[in-house]
C-alpha cells in the first residue's frame, strides 16, 4: 500500500479520536499528543502536522472536495513565510492564552484551534494555516534539530517540478534555475506526497546531511533565506 493510503487512515483514526474526546468533554487529554508530537520533532521534524493533526486530517478532506470541483482558494501571503511575522503570531497566541487565564475566562482552545483552523481554509489554501498554526510553528522551531527529513537526490533529480506542485505547504522550491528541487525541511509536513509523485523515485524519507542551508548532496535546505 502506498504511504498516502496509510497516512489517510492515520488521519482518519486521528479525527475520530479526536471527535471521541471532544464529545466526551475530554478534548484536553489532546495536549499529550501535543507534547509526543514535539518531542518526536525532534528527531523526525513534522510528522505530527502529516499523520496525527486532527485540523490537517480535517483540511485533507476539503481539499480533495475543492480539487475535485476546482474551486479556487486564496493563497498564503508570502509575509507569512517570513519567521519574524510567525513568532509574532505564536507570541501573541501565548500571551492571549496567559490573559484568559489571569481574567479567570474558560477556554477550550484545542477545540476553537479546530474550528479556526478548518475554518480559515474554507477561505485559503492548506499552507496558511500551516504558516500560522501556534503548535506548526513550534514544531519548526524544535524540528530544526532532528536528523531525519525529507530529502532530495540530486542526481536522480529531473526537475520536472511535480513534487513542487502536490507539496501541501509549499515545502519544495527550485534552486536557482537549475530545475532541481529541494525541500525545506523545517516547513515540510512528511507527508511523503513529493516521494510518491516522483517519477525517478529521487526523493526519500531518512537522515540528512548538517552542512549548512544547502546541502550539495541530499537536497534538504535548512531552511529558505529570507
Given at each position: ?175 536557482g534555475t537549475t530545475g532541481i528541487r529541494s ?44
Amino acid at each position: 500500500m502506498p504511504k498516502n493510503f496509510w497516512r489517510g487512515i492515520s488521519q482518519a483514526g486521528f479525527l475520530v479520536l479526536f471527535s471521541f474526546l471532544l464529545s466526551q468533554g475530554r478534548v484536553r487529554i489532546w495536549i499529550l499528543l501535543l507534547i509526543v508530537g514535539a518531542v518526536s520533532s525532534l528527531v523526525g521534524k513534522r510528522v505530527y502536522c502529516g499523520w496525527v493533526c486532527p485540523i490537517g486530517g480535517g483540511m485533507r478532506f476539503q481539499s480533495w472536495l475543492y480539487e475535485k470541483f476546482n474551486l479556487p482558494r486564496l493563497k498564503a501571503p508570502s509575509f507569512l513565510k517570513g519567521g519574524f511575522m510567525r513568532l509574532i503570531l505564536v507570541i501573541a497566541f501565548f500571551g492571549g492564552m496567559v490573559a484568559v487565564r489571569v481574567v479567570g475566562i474558560e477556554l477550550n482552545i484545542i477545540l476553537y484551534l479546530f474550528i479556526l483552523g478548518v475554518g480559515v481554509s474554507f477561505i485559503f489554501s492548506e499552507d496558511f494555516w500551516h504558516r500560522i498554526c501556534p503548535h506548526g510553528t513550534v514544531l519548526n522551531l524544535t524540528g530544526r534539530v532532528g536528523p531525519l527529513g525529507m530529502k532530495v537526490a540530486r542526481a536522480d533529480c529531473t526537475g520536472c517540478g511535480l513534487c513542487e506542485k502536490v507539496c501541501p505547504n509549499e515545502s519544495i522550491e527550485e534552486e536557482g534555475t537549475t530545475g532541481i528541487r529541494s525541500i525545506d525541511c523545517n516547513e515540510c509536513l512528511v507527508c511523503h506526497n513529493c516521494e510518491e509523485i516522483c517519477p525517478t523515485g529521487a526523493i526519500s524519507y531518512g537522515k540528512r546531511s548538517k552542512r549548512g542551508y544547502q546541502d550539495e548532496k541530499d537536497g534538504c535546505s535548512l531552511g529558505r533565506s529570507q
